[in-house]
Nanobody, 116 residues
Framework: QVQFVESGGGLVQPGGSLRLSCAAS????????MGWYRQAPGNQREFVSS????????NYADSVKGRFTISRDNAENTVYLQMNSLKPEDTAVYYC?????????WGQGTQVTVSS
């Protein structure tokens, strides 16, 4: 059974940083592209960033480009999202999933709140 467990969220002031982690289990992690997604209150879930199976290719939504960095450790079955220069509009629940996402694989997510 595939499971993704996100962690690392919290309350941070504008301009601050957070590092999210997503631990995967129940799958051959190292052969799949992975992604981060987020859902703000009242909004649909949206794509944030993706990384290829090897880590050699990354992609970002325009809204986070230059501020967020995705990475992965295939030995640890973990994908990370380093978030810098956070803005109030980054407030959301953040999820990881494969790319393209698999509907049954969504986890609980981790809440990120950017507020002064």
């Amino acid at each position: 059974q595939v499971q993704f467990v996100e962690s690392g969220g919290g309350l941070v002031q504008p301009g601050g940083s957070l590092r999210l982690s997503c631990a995967a289990s129940g799958m051959t992690f190292g052969i799949y592209a992975m992604g981060w997604y987020r859902q703000a209150p009242g909004n649909q879930r949206e794509f944030v960033s993706s990384i290829s199976w090897s880590g050699g290719m990354t992609n970002y939504a325009d809204s986070v480009k230059g501020r967020f960095t995705i990475s992965r450790d295939n030995a640890e079955n973990t994908v990370y999202l380093q978030m810098n220069s956070l803005k109030p509009e980054d407030t959301a629940v953040y999820y990881c999933n494969r790319v393209p996402s698999v509907p049954n694989y969504w986890g609980q997510g981790t809440q990120v709140t950017v507020s002064s």
